[in-house]
C-alpha cells in the first residue's frame, strides 16, 4: 500500500503562483510514476502532469505547458507541483496519484494505483 497526502491548495490571485506538496509513505519504494490530476465543478478529472520516479522523466498537458513544472524529491518521497502564471481557469480540486507498475502513457485515470484526498486550488480573477 502507498498512502498519498497533498497540501499546499489555496486562493490566490490570477497571475500569482502556488507550490503543490504530495507526501508518500508506505511501499514507496514500488512507485514507478506520480501524477497530478485535477477537477474542476462539473468536470471529469483530468491530467495535469506527471513525473517517472526513477528517471525523473517529466509530462504535460498541453494546457499547464510552461507554467507548470513538476519535481520530486526521493529522499523526502515527495513530489511537487509548482503553479506560476495562474488563471481563472486553473481552480479545481488537484489530486496526486502514484502507480506502482509500468504501464505505457502517463494520462489516463486508470493507470494509477493510489490516489490522495485532494487539495483545493481556487483562482479568483
Known amino acids: 500500500q502507498v498512502q498519498l497526502v497533498e497540501s499546499g491548495g489555496g486562493l490566490v490571485q490570477a497571475g500569482c503562483s502556488l507550490r503543490l506538496s504530495c507526501a508518500a509513505s508506505?511501499?514507496?519504494?514500488?512507485?514507478?510514476?506520480m501524477g497530478w490530476f485535477r477537477q474542476a465543478p462539473g468536470k471529469e478529472r483530468e491530467f495535469v502532469a506527471a513525473?517517472?520516479?526513477?528517471?525523473?522523466?517529466?509530462y504535460y498537458a498541453d494546457s499547464v505547458k510552461g507554467r507548470f513544472t513538476i519535481s520530486r524529491d526521493n529522499a523526502k518521497n515527495t513530489v511537487y507541483l509548482q503553479m506560476n502564471s495562474l488563471k481563472s481557469e486553473d481552480t479545481a480540486v488537484y489530486y496526486c496519484?502514484?502507480?506502482?507498475?509500468?504501464?505505457?502513457?502517463?494520462?489516463?485515470?486508470?493507470?494509477?494505483?493510489?490516489w490522495g484526498q485532494g487539495t483545493q486550488v481556487t483562482v479568483s480573477s
Open positions: 496519484a502514484a502507480r506502482t507498475r509500468p504501464r505505457v502513457g502517463v494520462e489516463r485515470l486508470s493507470e494509477y494505483d493510489y
Open positions: 508506505g511501499r514507496t519504494f514500488s512507485i514507478y510514476t
Open positions: 513525473i517517472s520516479w526513477s528517471a525523473g522523466n517529466t
